[in-house]
């Protein structure tokens, strides 16, 4: 759902999609006191250390989400085969 | 002298050395004469290289010296730099694309170049580059700190000039190989910077909690030092956990860090030498692997306490240089060849960085101030060769900023380099999405910004280093005066300072945009259009890159419809 124009085809002005607002999520590590304690431990690790390692997954998760969800279906110019990542591609220069 | 880890570390750097010189043929394009192949690589990297340039950028020498002496000297607000870089990914995701996007369409090689042609204002996109090099030159001064306490564990602690020599000729070639390869010796390097780091860290997190206990011990240690009194305040070193004053510090920190990374010259640079918009969407998901490391990294500040390290006394200094803290964590618990190997990723760690950060600088200084001020009729070819000799002068900058400051003021530098980086978040992040603050409103938002910045940084002393200015950029609420007003007592909560500023920028353009749009002054004319923000690298009738009127060469593998 794109709220905004296009004009002959082409995208212009703002292109807004609520997946977006899933990269609102990781922002809760910025409320310290829900996280700022000593238990429960992990592997003699405060809570503290631990939780905040695991936010990165959650970063992580919003931003995949995010990128997955608002991918273009493929139009004409992008013809199957994507450069993949892991094929050290590098994709043009050959 | 420790002659073993001088040995690997010697011959890694060099390997590097032949690296940064041969990168120069590396994916070449036509020619080199031009700021988008060498200060941008040719704009075509993709998914992998975009990775391990911007992760190589990112992650700096700043990363492996400075956070885990923060966490060893002070503990958990140390650790702000994980959730910065969690939330940055997330913050940037949306704007980068855009920024990408109006500067592949329009031919932008920096930030200051986009406000020039968002606002048509050269004052206002002379000022973004002014900032933008003031705040890379303490990070590049940072990243030669990092290698400095690397030379120094190996021994190289001499006093005086002297002291400083092994960096002045590893900066030198540096230098050699920047001016010729361009962007390319940097990205070319960073393959082998990231590999090392990632072995050394990963062993060093596996290997020294087995040897020193687990890490129930290794907190525990931590926990007993830091709540030892600290002779030099009368307090505590610190904890192990937030306190009731410095929690909003470390979230406005993390939170203000995250907002300038992107602003800074060196990070636009990296995105902008990416291919398209998709290598940017995945880098945003991959990126955080270096999070990952960054955490890690930093809880060797507590390993270093609990395997009693004890910092080196600089010789040119005299006074416990806490930056040696890793160096000299590895040099004791690791054998000789390794903690060699450990020296060479953190040595090459610095030069990745300080060669990216060079060019950005350069490349702001090129376009944003000699193009428009000195000789408006530059050729793409002169722009190239004044870059390039922009870079030697930044780089020179930065040593006579390192012998002339204590290194122990490091991460200060960086943090006063934030607070100064913040400021143009208004004229460059805020205007990618919208032209509705008004340019002299953003000029004078700029001026109180960096104005009211610098004043509350001088204002803050730092008692455990004796020092009555500049002594961190955490601002007791009670010391927050408005024209003299305190509107928060004498709260002793801390409030990162370019937090304060920003918002204190941010007032400012608000309402003198209000003020000034009944007097009808002139906004400038925007050369961008709303389609600029969109452009993907199979757009079609794309701006040709390297201006030679050929399509690049992906375009001509890219698969036929």
């Known amino acids: ?59 992580v998760a919003s931003t995949i989400i995010v990128y997955r969800m608002t991918r273009k279906v493929p139009t004409d110019t992008a013809s199957g085969d994507d450069p993949d990542v892991d094929t050290l591609d590098e994709g043009s220069v050959r | 002298m ?126 973004v580059a002014i900032t933008g090099i003031v705040a890379t030159m303490p990070y590049i001064a940072l990243q030669l700190v990092g290698l400095e306490a690397v030379l120094r564990s190996m021994g190289f602690n001499g006093a005086g000039f002297l002291g400083h020599l092994p960096l002045l000729i590893a900066f030198v070639i540096l230098a050699l190989y920047t001016y010729q390869s361009g962007l390319r010796a940097p990205a070319l390097i960073a393959f082998v910077k990231d590999i090392l780091i990632y072995l050394v860290i ?23 030092k830091l709540t030892s009194t600290n002779e030099a305040t009368g307090k505590p070193y610190g904890n192990i956990l937030l306190g009731p004053n410095n929690q909003l510090q470390y979230a406005t920190l993390a939170f203000g860090s995250a907002l300038a ?81 450990a020296f060479a990723a953190i040595g090459i760690g610095a030069l990745v960085p300080a ?18 001020y000195i000789r408006r009729d530059a050729s793409h070819a002169q722009e190239a060769k004044q870059a390039k000799l922009a870079s030697l002068v930044v780089k020179f900058g930065a040593i006579v900023f390192i012998i002339f400051i204590d290194p122990q003021y490091a991460i200060d530098l960086q943090l006063i380099g934030g607070v100064i980086i913040l400021q143009t978040l208004p004229a460059v ?3 990618l999405y919208t032209r509705w603050l008004h340019r002299w409103a953003l000029i004078a938002g700029w001026v109180v910004g960096l104005g009211w910045g610098m004043i509350m940084l001088y204002g803050i002393p730092n008692p455990a280093t004796k020092r009555a200015h500049f002594g961190g950029s955490a601002l007791p609420l009670g010391d927050l005066s408005i024209l003299g007003w ?51 690298e199979h757009t079609e009738n794309l701006r040709p890159i390297a201006g030679t009127g050929t399509e690049p060469p992906k375009a001509e593998a890219a698969p036929a419809p």
Request: no cysteine.
């Open chain 2, 202 to 224: 990963l062993v060093a997190v596996i290997y020294l909690p087995i040897k020193l206990g687990g890490w129930s011990e290794i907190f525990g240690d931590a926990q007993d």
């Open chain 2, 355 to 372: 060669a990216i950060m060079s060019i950005a600088a350069a490349n702001l200084w090129t376009r944003n101030v000699y193009k428009e």
């Open chain 1, 1 to 59: 759902m794109t709220s905004s124009g296009e004009t002959r085809g082409k995208v212009t002005g703002l292109v807004f999609n609520p997946w977006n607002l899933l990269l609102i999520v990781p922002f809760i590590i910025l409320l310290t006191p829900i996280y700022n304690m000593q238990e429960p431990e992990f592997i003699g690790m405060p809570f503290f250390y631990w939780f905040q390692f695991l936010m990165i997954a959650v970063g």
């Open chain 2, 261 to 341: 990374l992107f602003l800074y010259p060196h990070s636009v640079t990296g995105i902008l030498a990416s291919r398209g918009r998709d290598v940017l969407k995945r880098n945003m998901s991959a990126l955080p692997a270096y999070s990952l490391l960054l955490g890690l990294l930093a809880l060797l500040g507590f390993v270093a306490i609990s395997a009693g390290t004890k910092p080196l006394v600089n010789n040119a200094t005299g006074r416990p240089d806490g930056n040696t803290v890793i160096p000299e964590l590895f040099n004791g618990q690791f054998p000789a060849w390794f903690a060699g190997i």
């Open chain 2, 2 to 127: 420790a002659w073993t880890q001088l040995i690997v570390f010697s011959a890694l750097f060099l390997f590097v050395t032949y690296m940064g010189f041969v990168a120069a043929r590396w994916k070449s394009g036509s020619t080199l004469d031009h700021l988008d192949e060498w200060g941008l690589g040719g704009r075509k990297f993709g998914a992998w290289v975009t990775w391990f340039l911007v992760g190589g950028d990112l992650y700096t020498a700043y990363t492996f010296v400075a956070v885990p002496a923060l966490l060893f000297s002070a503990g958990a607000t140390g650790f702000f730099a994980l959730p910065y870089t969690i939330i940055a990914y997330p913050l940037v995701f949306l704007p980068v694309l855009r920024m990408w996007s109006v500067s592949r369409a329009r031919g932008y090689v920096t930030p200051a170049d986009f406000v020039r042609g968002r606002y048509g204002s050269s004052l206002l996109a002379l000022l």
């Open chain 2, 429 to 431: 992040a805020i205007a």
């Open chain 2, 486 to 536: 305190h509107p928060f007592g004498d709260s002793p909560m801390q409030i990162y300072v370019g937090f304060v500023a920003l918002a204190g920028n941010l007032l400012v353009a608000l309402i003198v945009t209000l003020v000034i749009r009944r007097m009808n002054v002139s906004n400038g004319v925007d050369e961008t259009t709303g389609e600029d923000y969109h452009v993907d």
